[in-house]
């Protein structure tokens, strides 16, 4: 009973609030009445049972609190201005439907007028129905940091009138941009080895895929976070990080490539051919043993072309290296600006050492090592310059 | 919802342009002032002209220049009448100086009393 109804919760809360923000117009008057909602529910519940319809439900009771509230602080206030509610609000409620807003509400919270930072935050408070604490802790920031974060970024939707809708066509494909972008990030938080993170994002995807069935990059993500996630127990061997070519095909999750896969035929089948499908499909052959190198480099270069970014043709000269030979890959390294980016002097390493310039490949490696945060990629780093000492 | 639009000039002022291009944006900035909702403000000076004025245990002190650096001084104004942000912000987004090397902040105006 209790898994139940934490999983009626979970999938609801998101719906909910954004149907309440969408009545009341206000976030934190609905995240008050949400919480007292669902704190009723909770009690009720594991008595009278689940209602046929719990969103509904919790919308209904939610709103009915909130009206209440309003009209009791405006009595004790005897505010001036007078607050729009429908007084038949309580009988009205249509027990079998309520609007489905979340979408408004995810284009809000990703407003480009918000720091990254809080788009994220808010998205994952609000949709997500993550506490304060769980995301300062994702985040490595102490829970008062994200508290005033949250309360900051509130405050300006409200005092900015951030608008509670889903973007006019005009400006959908930036505004989308950002949604995904948001996603993906909350994504990679989790990928780093935060597991409820990544799985926290992908079901925000599938939310995203759900509500806006008809948008190619949104099916794109869904399927690319799909195909990396299955990939969570490949990855890491023993608390190592390992490479992708040495990771274990049997530890790759086949149903979620499967998902993965249906996810990217959608999204092709729309006709996608942006970032994100791209960098699915090259995930996708990823997943294929043995890998067809060759394809993956078009596709690298593809993606190059969409994005203009160095760090693709980075992995687009590995791809190289693995289709044509390291010295075509190499070839391609030397010809980036990238001498702050650890991966690009861990690469040249890599291909140095396959060439059998021991030297220089140790010096990259060291490179790569002044440069390298994360612990566990500078194991990997430390271990290759101990399995190639220097020669005499 | 009234919004109070800052305009910063940053490059846009020091940049040589050829007449053409002048006479395209005054015709631009023209374009701008005929929204609906939008007053414009002023005309502001240079900063270069600007004095400060504090007080100070009872004393006035004044100071040449603007109270931040000249680069980041204020350079006009206007108050916008717009539904919402998004409002605001395509109509900042078609005054010149925003894509000329300068800048627009859009500030919501508030009710302080």
């Known amino acids: 009973m209790v898994a139940t109804l934490e999983q009626v919760f979970r999938d609801q809360w998101g719906r909910v609030l954004a149907a309440l923000i969408g009545f009341l117009g206000d976030f934190d008057l609905a995240e008050e009445a949400a919480q007292e909602a669902f704190a009723i529910a909770a009690e ?38 007078l607050l ?30 918000l720091a990254t930072e809080a788009q994220v935050a808010l998205t994952l408070r609000t949709l997500g129905g993550l506490t304060t604490g769980e995301i300062a802790r994702a985040f490595l920031v102490p829970e008062p940091t994200m508290a005033q974060r949250l309360v900051r970024a509130k405050r300006k939707i409200k005092a900015a009138r951030i608008p509670f809708r889903v973007p006019p066509e005009h400006l959908l494909p930036d505004r989308l941009d950002a949604v995904l972008a948001v996603v993906y990030l909350i994504f990679n938080q989790g990928y780093g080895g935060r597991g409820d993170l990544a799985a926290e994002a992908l079901w925000l995807g599938r939310a995203l895929a759900e509500l806006l069935p008809d948008q190619p990059e949104v099916h794109g993500l869904l399927a690319l976070m799909l195909l990396l996630d299955a990939r969570r127990a490949a990855r ?35 006709r996608g051919r942006g970032p994100y499908v791209v960098q699915a499909a090259i995930a996708s052959l990823h997943a294929d043993q043995p890998r067809d190198w060759p394809q993956i480099a078009v596709l690298y270069g593809e993606l190059s072309r969409l994005t203009g970014s160095p760090v693709v043709e980075l992995n687009r000269a590995v791809a190289i290296a693995e289709a044509q030979g390291p010295q075509a890959g190499l070839e391609i390294v030397d010809r980036l600006s990238l ?6 002097h ?42 190639h000492p220097p020669s005499r | 919802m009234q919004y109070v639009l800052l ?32 007053t414009g403000g002023l005309p502001m000076g240079l900063p270069e002209n600007a004095t400060t004025v504090r007080v100070e245990d009872g004393k006035t002190l004044t100071t040449d220049g603007p109270f931040v650096e000249i680069k ?32 627009v902040e859009i500030r919501p105006s508030e009710t302080y009393w």
């Not at chain 1, 490479?243 to 959608?266: F, K, N, V, Y």
């Not at chain 2, 206007?78 to 395509?90: F, G, K, S, W």
């Open chain 1, 236 to 270: 890491f061997r023993d608390g190592e990080l390992v490479l992708l070519a040495d990771q274990d095909h049997s530890l790759l999750d086949t149903a979620e490539i499967a998902q993965g896969r249906e996810a990217l035929d959608r999204a092709l089948a729309l």
């Open chain 1, 339 to 344: 001498q702050d980016y650890h991966y690009l």
């Open chain 1, 44 to 81: 009720r519940w594991p008595q009278d049972g689940v209602p046929a319809n719990p969103g509904a439900w919790l919308v209904a009771t939610a709103r009915n609190r909130a009206i209440n509230r309003i009209r009791r602080d405006r009595t004790l206030a005897a505010k001036t201005r």
């Open chain 2, 7 to 38: 305009i910063y000039h940053g490059t846009s002022l020091t940049t040589p342009r050829p007449e053409e291009e002048r006479k395209r944006i005054y015709a631009e900035w023209a374009e701008v002032n005929k929204t609906p909702g939008l």
């Open chain 1, 84 to 113: 729009e509610v429908p007084q038949a609000a309580e009988d009205t409620m249509d027990a079998t439907a309520f609007p489905d807003e979340r979408l408004e509400l995810i284009f809000t919270c990703c407003h480009p007028a």
């Open chain 2, 72 to 103: 980041e001084a204020v350079g006009g104004y206007a108050v916008l009448e717009a539904d919402d942000l998004d409002a605001a912000i395509e109509l900042a987004a078609r005054i010149p100086t925003a894509r000329l090397g300068g800048a």
């Open chain 1, 346 to 387: 861990a690469t040249r390493g890599e291909l140095l050492r396959r060439l059998g310039r021991t030297q220089e490949a140790r010096e990259a490696y060291r490179r790569a090592l002044t440069l390298v945060h994360d612990p566990a990629e500078r194991r990997l780093l430390q271990r290759r310059l101990a399995e």
